[in-house]
């Protein structure tokens, strides 16, 4: 039986990188994607896998998701399982009377209509799985519960992220296509900073996720596995 075949965006580095991990220790074909090939190549090295493979994204560009759509498309013929993990701008030096609107915007390119884009090119691969999953990797700091006016950029385009989500969710239903939104937590990556928890444990939520059976949850908001406020 073939191997379910799986796409991490942002996959270079931190969690995705452990996710990667994560998911080729539990029988998947992972495509290990990063906007440098030589990077994504670098990071499968490093997994030393024979389930691994390097790709070029940019969640940015549309050409660049095109093109990975039809390379999966022509070498796996399905995609089971899109994890969009790719995000950028963690802006603690702003706050939302002050924020650089621009550097805001930038941020949701990447953030909200890059993982948006994602789910639009590669849905038709996803349909033809038998089990299909989106997991967006969000934070607590996109919950309305938890805003304040911090992180502007950053918060902002997470809270969209997790309303796509339950959006996508309600449409994707009938399709057996669970969507959810996944906090791994503060964890020590290179945007997260020092201090965090283990990258194991953030990546192990979204891998959770990203293996949930078919009565499984979807449009939710979870950490480890257990659902968060909104």
Same mark, same amino acid.
């Given at each position: 039986m073939n191997p379910k075949v799986a796409l991490v965006t942002g996959a270079n580095r931190g969690?995705?990188?452990?996710?990667?991990?994560q998911l080729l220790a539990k029988g998947y074909r992972v495509i290990v994607s990063a906007r440098s090939l030589q990077a994504a190549q670098q990071t499968v090295d490093q997994l030393d896998s024979p389930l691994a493979v390097a790709a070029k994204l940019d969640v940015t560009g549309v050409q660049s998701i095109t093109n990975l759509v039809f390379q999966i498309s022509q070498n796996f013929g399905v995609l089971d399982l899109l994890i969009n993990n790719a995000a950028i701008h963690y802006d603690t030096w702003q706050h939302a009377v002050n924020a650089d609107l621009p550097q805001?915007?930038?941020a949701a390119e990447t953030n909200l209509y890059g993982p948006w884009q994602m789910v639009q090119s590669f849905l038709p691969l996803l349909r033809l799985s038998r089990a299909g999953r989106i997991v967006n990797v969000s934070s607590g700091a996109? #919950?309305?519960?938890?805003? =304040? *006016?911090?992180?502007?950029?950053?918060?902002l385009s997470k809270l969209a992220l997790n309303g796509l989500t339950q959006m996508l969710a309600a449409e994707l239903n009938e399709d057996g296509i669970l969507v959810n939104a996944v906090c791994p937590g503060w964890v020590a990556t290179d945007m997260g900073g020092a201090g965090g928890r283990p990258i194991e444990d953030g990546a192990s939520?979204?891998?959770?996720? #990203?293996?949930?059976?078919? =009565? *499984?949850?979807?449009g939710g908001f979870f950490r480890d596995g257990k659902p968060i406020a909104w």
């Open positions: 969690l995705g990188r452990e996710t990667c991990r805001v915007r930038e996109g #919950a309305l519960s938890n805003m =304040s *006016g911090s992180t502007p950029a950053y918060s939520g979204i891998v959770w996720a #990203a293996t949930l059976p078919d =009565s *499984g949850p979807s």
